[in-house]
């Protein structure tokens, strides 16, 4: 099983900034496309972003398209979700997984992003 633990999240005013990172554990990190998802409160979970294994291929939910970038960093284990020009509708809880979500990667305890209105 591969471990993941995201941070990185906080309280931020609208139109704020935050920088989300997702490391994992073992050797299969780099051979994955992964992303991240977010659920808040009273919703289902939502596809967020991805990225190939590689890094070669992104894609964005259109919610946030031109606002977020995911990137990763395979010499590290880490991927990062850059967050620009949040809104109160991002509020959430942001977990990583691979894309699809498959059960080899224990979702971690994700990190809540709140941000103000």
């Known amino acids: 099983q591969v471990q993941l633990v995201e941070s990185g999240g906080g309280l931020v005013p609208t139109g704020g900034s935050l920088r989300l990172s997702c490391a994992a554990s073992g050797r299969t990190f780099s051979t994955y496309d992964m992303g991240w998802f977010r659920q808040a409160p009273g919703k289902e979970r939502e596809f967020v972003a991805a990225?190939?294994?590689?890094?070669?291929?992104?894609y964005y939910a259109d919610s946030v398209k031109g606002r977020f970038t995911i990137s990763r960093d395979n010499a590290k284990n880490t991927m990062y979700l850059q967050m620009n020009s949040l809104k109160p509708e991002d509020t959430a809880v942001y977990y990583c997984?691979?894309?699809?979500?498959?059960?080899?990667?224990?979702w971690g305890q994700g990190t809540q992003v709140t941000v103000s209105s």
């Open positions: 990225i190939s294994w590689n890094g070669g291929n992104t």
């Open positions: 997984n691979t894309n699809p979500p498959t059960p080899r990667f224990n």
